[in-house]
C-alpha cells in the first residue's frame, strides 16, 4: 500500500464537494489529452504536457513539474492506496477502488482526470490537529499531488482511531495540550528572539543536524540559523533557517519570505524553513509557492502550532521552560 496527498482544486477552484458527491479524486490539466496511454514513457508523457501547457518553455522545468503530479495520479496511485485530501483545518482519507479516467465532457471545467474511491470515516473529515508534525507538513504540499508513503504509518494511525471512533482519549487529549501549552509558552512566555534561535538550533540537533550554526546578528542575510544534514553518509545538503518570534497577529507576511530567499541565495541553500512562533498570512503562502516554481528551491513555512507539535515529539518541551528562566 501507497499513500498520496492530494489537493482538490484544479485551477484554483475548490472542488472538494463535488468529489465528495461523486466519490472521485479530481486533478486537473485536463487539456493533456492521452496521458491514460500504458505504452507512453515518462518523456511522452511529459511531452504531452508541455506541448500543451508549456509549449512556449525553453526547458521542462514547469512541465516536469506538472507531469509529475499527473504522474503520480495516473500511474503510480493504485488500487487500495490511501489519498489524504487536505481541506481548510481538517482533512479527509480516501482508498482508491479503481483505474484513473479521463472525462471529455468535463475538460472545460478542467476535471477530467479523475479517480473512482470510497471515502472513509463516513465521509467525515478529521481535524489537522491531531496529526502528527510531519504529517501536517505533508498537508501543506504545494504541489497538487504528493506523496506520502514515507508516513504512511501516521495517516493509518488517525484513519484506525478515527473509522473505529475509539481516539485514545487520554493520549490524545494530553499531546493537544502539551502543543497548546507549548506554544502558549513560546509566544507569551518570557522566550525572546536569542531564546527563541536557541531553542530552534537544538530542535535541529534532535531532527539529525550534524553541525548548527546561529548565525551572528551582524552577519545576517536573511538566514538566521544555518544547519548540516547527510543521508547515508553520502548525500549532504545545508538548511537556511528563518526564525521570527512574532505573536499570533499579524501574521507573517510576503516582504519576510522574500528576505528568507534572498538569504537562501546568499548562503547558496536550496533548503529553507521559515519558522515563527505566529502564523503566515494567505499572502505569505503564495509567495512561497511562486519562489519555489521559480527558482526552483524547497521551503517549508512552520507555524507556531507545527513548531510545538514538532518540540513535543522530539521531547524538547522543557527546553522552552529553560530558555525562560
Request: hydrophobic share 40%.
Amino acid at each position: 500500500m501507497n499513500a498520496f496527498v492530494l489537493r482538490i482544486s484544479p485551477g484554483g477552484v475548490d472542488r472538494v464537494p463535488e468529489a465528495l458527491e461523486s466519490n472521485e479524486l479530481i486533478i486537473g490539466w485536463s487539456c493533456a489529452e492521452g496521458l491514460l496511454d500504458s505504452n507512453l514513457d515518462w518523456y511522452q508523457f511529459r511531452q504531452i504536457v508541455h506541448d500543451e501547457y508549456h509549449g512556449d518553455d525553453r526547458d521542462y522545468t514547469h512541465s516536469g513539474r506538472a507531469a509529475g503530479n499527473l504522474w503520480r495520479f495516473i500511474r503510480e496511485m493504485s488500487e487500495g492506496d490511501l489519498v489524504v485530501v487536505p481541506y481548510g483545518s481538517e482533512f479527509y482519507v480516501t482508498r482508491v477502488t479503481g483505474p484513473a479516467k479521463y472525462d471529455p465532457l468535463k475538460i472545460d471545467e478542467d476535471t477530467a482526470y479523475r479517480r473512482p474511491i470510497e471515502w472513509l470515516n463516513n465521509k467525515k473529515p478529521i481535524a489537522r490537529r491531531l496529526a502528527r508534525a510531519a504529517f501536517q507538513s505533508r498537508m501543506k504540499a504545494y504541489q497538487a499531488c504528493v506523496s506520502a508513503s514515507d508516513i504512511i504509518s501516521e495517516i493509518q494511525e488517525v484513519v484506525k482511531f478515527a473509522i473505529k471512533s475509539e481516539m485514545p482519549v487520554f493520549e490524545t487529549d494530553l499531546r493537544i495540550k502539551l502543543i497548546q501549552e507549548t506554544q502558549k509558552e513560546i509566544c507569551s512566555g518570557r522566550l525572546d528572539p536569542y531564546a527563541f534561535e536557541r531553542l530552534l538550533a537544538s530542535l535541529l540537533k534532535s531532527l539529525g543536524s550534524d553541525k548548527v550554526k546561529i548565525v551572528p546578528r551582524n552577519l545576517d542575510k536573511g538566514v538566521d540559523i544555518l544547519a548540516d544534514f547527510s543521508l547515508a553518509h553520502t548525500f549532504k545538503f545545508t538548511l537556511g533557517v528563518q526564525a521570527k518570534h512574532y505573536q499570533p497577529e499579524p501574521p507573517v507576511g510576503p516582504q519576510e519570505i522574500d528576505q528568507l530567499a534572498s538569504g537562501m541565495e546568499a548562503e547558496g541553500v536550496s533548503f529553507g524553513w521559515f519558522v515563527t512562533s505566529g502564523t503566515f498570512s494567505k499572502e505569505a503562502s503564495d509567495r512561497k509557492a511562486e519562489i519555489e516554481e521559480k527558482q526552483g528551491v524547497k521551503m517549508e513555512l512552520i507555524d507556531g502550532e507545527q513548531l510545538a507539535a514538532l518540540i513535543i515529539e522530539a521531547g524538547l518541551h522543557k527546553i522552552v521552560v529553560l530558555n525562560q528562566t
